[in-house]
T-cell receptor, first 115, second 115 residues
Framework: AQTVTQSQPEMSVQEAETVTLSCTYDTSESDYYLFWYKQPPSRQMILVIRQEAYKQQNATENRFSVNFQKAAKSFSLKISDSQLGDAAMYFCAYRSARAGNKLTFGGGTRVLVKP | DAGVIQSPRHEVTEMGQEVTLRCKPISGHNSLFWYRQTMMRGLELLIYFNNNVPIDDSGMPEDRFSAKMPNASFSTLKIQPSEPRDSAVYFC?????????????FGPGTRLTVL
């Protein structure tokens, strides 16, 4: 079974600075998808960014970008120019391309943004 | 689009009572997922449906939990009898399986407290 690990329970960043969240996963598959979800205090789960395993180019969405290292099974999220609204829990998630649509989530990282 | 709709948003009940959580997926989506979020276990998939048919219910904790999807626009998750350890936030999510990502859109969640 696939597992997703987020080793940082909490990260703190100064407003306008950059923070990087780590995520590693364990799988024997070669074709899969990776996601980062944001969960603010409202608890709504919001998709931040996504990556296909067979695409070498790292995904970017405005201030959010990923560093996808397939061989290392690593999928880190970088938040640039951090804003107060970025404060939230961030979850990394894995989905197999072949074994159904279920998402496997990591334990989450809480991001605190200091003004 | 209204997004995924869940009701109720909050539910407080006493141990032994029946609890029914409701979900309306995004129109046109053909997959529906029920997740549970707790501090101890994080986000875990309980069950998912594709075209109203249960595909994977391996995450359903025990016989006290049941889920139905009588049509494409409605699903229920029922707990009978409820126990204090069922206290959690329950999320419903839906996706449209026509893109490679099949990204899931989450509802606002139902916070369940069993006394």
């Amino acid at each position: 079974a696939q597992t997703v690990t987020q080793s940082q329970p909490e990260m703190s960043v100064q407003e306008a600075e950059t923070v990087t969240l780590s995520c590693t996963y364990d799988t024997s598959e070669s074709d899969y998808y990776l996601f980062w979800y944001k969960q603010p205090p409202s608890r709504q789960m919001i998709l931040v960014i996504r990556q296909e395993a067979y695409k070498q180019q790292n995904a970017t969405e405005n201030r959010f970008s990923v560093n996808f290292q397939k061989a290392a099974k690593s999928f880190s999220l970088k938040i640039s120019d951090s804003q107060l609204g970025d404060a939230a829990m961030y979850f990394c998630a894995y989905r197999s391309a072949r074994a159904g649509n279920k998402l496997t989530f990591g334990g989450g990282t809480r991001v605190l943004v200091k003004p | 689009d209204a997004g995924v709709i869940q009701s109720p948003r909050h539910e407080v009940t006493e141990m032994g009572q029946e609890v029914t959580l409701r979900c309306k997926p995004i129109s046109g989506h053909n997959s529906l997922f029920w997740y549970r979020q707790t501090m101890m276990r994080g986000l875990e998939l309980l069950i998912y449906f594709n075209n109203n048919v249960p595909i994977d219910d391996s995450g359903m904790p025990e016989d006290r939990f049941s889920a139905k999807m009588p049509n494409a626009s409605f699903s229920t998750l029922k707990i009978q009898p409820s126990e204090p350890r069922d206290s959690a936030v329950y999320f419903c999510a839906s996706s449209q399986d026509r893109s490679s990502y099949n990204e899931q859109f989450f509802g606002p969640g139902t916070r369940l407290t069993v006394l």
